[in-house]
């Protein structure tokens, strides 16, 4: 059974950090495509980054760059997203997918069942 799993989401002051894994079963992640989305209340989902398939090339959201850091782990398969000097705003559920394309785009073909984070004082 193909499935993807979320972890490390929590609550956390402003300014804090949260380190968020996506783990694989039934499939290897470092042949994907790999997002990390969120989805806040009210609100629509948004693809915040992206790490293409047997590659470390990246992509972010306008509002995480330089915040936020997807990277693999191969050897656990696993797709982690390291989030650094967290907001407010950046409180969604945080759901990782994976694309079956070499696309950030599209094509999301696998998803997990999401982990909530909460950025609060």
């Known amino acids: 059974q193909l499935q993807l799993v979320e972890s490390g989401g929590g609550l956390v002051q402003p300014g804090g950090s949260l380190r968020l894994s996506c783990a694989a079963s039934?499939?290897?992640?470092?042949?994907?495509?790999i997002g990390w989305f969120r989805q806040a209340p009210g609100k629509e989902r948004e693809r915040v980054a992206c790490?293409?398939?047997?590659?470390?090339?990246?992509n972010y959201a306008d509002s995480v760059k330089g915040r936020f850091t997807i990277s693999r782990d191969n050897a656990k398969n696993t797709v982690n997203l390291q989030m650094n000097s967290l907001k407010p705003e950046d409180t969604a559920v945080y759901y990782c997918?994976?694309?079956?394309?070499?696309?950030?785009?599209?094509?999301?073909?696998?998803w997990g069942q999401g982990t909530q984070v909460t950025v609060s004082s």
């Open positions: 997918a994976a694309s079956i394309s070499n696309s950030c785009v599209r094509g999301y073909e696998y």
């Open positions: 039934g499939f290897t992640l470092d042949y994907r495509t």
């Open positions: 790490i293409l398939s047997r590659t470390t090339l990246t």
